[in-house]
T-cell receptor
Framework: AQSVAQPEDQVNVAEGNPLTVKCTYSVSGNPYLFWYVQYPNRGLQFLLK??????LVKGSYGFEAEFNKSQTSFHLKKPSALVSDSALYFCAVRDMDDPVGANNLFFGTGTRLTVIP | KAGVTQTPRYLIKTRGQQVTLSCSPI?????VSWYQQTPGQGLQFLFE???????NKGNFPGRFSGRQFSNSRSEMNVSTLELGDSALYLCASTHLAAGGGELFFGSGTQLSVL
């Protein structure tokens, strides 16, 4: 079974401060991990992914995430938050050893990030 | 390159009716997936099509169905609508048959069932 947990429904951070949005996952095999962002009345936009290799992944808009296999986590980070980063963030996982669900992603319930000016 | 296009953008239906939603993937993408997004449940996988074949299906009743055409465009149909079907329905495409390719999402169809 595959699942993703985003333990915080809401994260507030002051503009200019570092931000972290947490994600933990569960898969039987090895994971593909993704972060997406959703702005109001829009679909999801891809931010970054971990497939293999370097545990620190850099993505769009200055975001990065660190894959931690022992803690089964993939937290999203940014050194300095912008007001325009305010949005809904989703973590997603796919088991790379699952041939049937080849392009099926399991999403967390989302974390709403609010950056305060 | 055009993105994933979903039509219509908004739909209002009444209980018992049926509805068809349309999705045009990014050119060259043969995999199309559908997701239901609700405030309480987040994103739930409905089904995935690849080269006109349904490869995988989520845990939804048989009232939810879909298909994919030879040009990779896809439709999903919901019959006998219920109030709980009110949601944002998202379509996503990817160029890979399998693996670590990211999904590209459309803006969605907001369905309201009255």
């Amino acid at each position: 079974a595959q699942s993703v947990a985003q333990p915080e429904d809401q994260v507030n951070v002051a503009e200019g401060n570092p931000l972290t949005v947490k994600c933990t996952y569960s898969v039987s095999g090895n994971p593909y991990l993704f972060w997406y962002v959703q702005y109001p009345n829009r679909g999801l936009q891809f931010l970054l992914k971990y497939i293999t290799g370097d545990n620190l992944v850099k993505g769009s808009y200055g975001f990065e995430a660190e894959f931690n296999k022992s803690q089964t986590s993939f937290h999203l980070k940014k050194p300095s938050a912008l007001v325009s980063d305010s949005a809904l963030y989703f973590c997603a996982v796919r088991d790379m050893d699952d041939p049937v669900g080849a392009n099926n992603l399991f999403f967390g319930t989302g974390t709403r990030l609010t950056v305060i000016p | 390159k055009a993105g994933v296009t979903q039509t219509p953008r908004y739909l209002i239906k009444t209980r018992g009716q049926q509805v068809t939603l349309s999705c045009s993937p990014i050119s060259g993408h043969r995999s199309v997936s559908w997701y239901q997004q609700t405030p309480g449940q987040g994103l739930q996988f409905l089904f995935e099509y690849f080269s006109e074949t349904q490869r995988n299906k989520g845990n939804f009743p048989g009232r939810f169905s879909g298909r994919q055409f030879s040009n990779s465009r896809s439709e999903m149909n919901v019959s006998t609508l219920e109030l709980g079907d009110s949601a944002l329905y998202l379509c996503a495409s990817t160029h890979l048959a399998a693996g670590g390719g990211e999904l590209f999402f459309g803006s969605g169809t907001q369905l309201s069932v009255l």
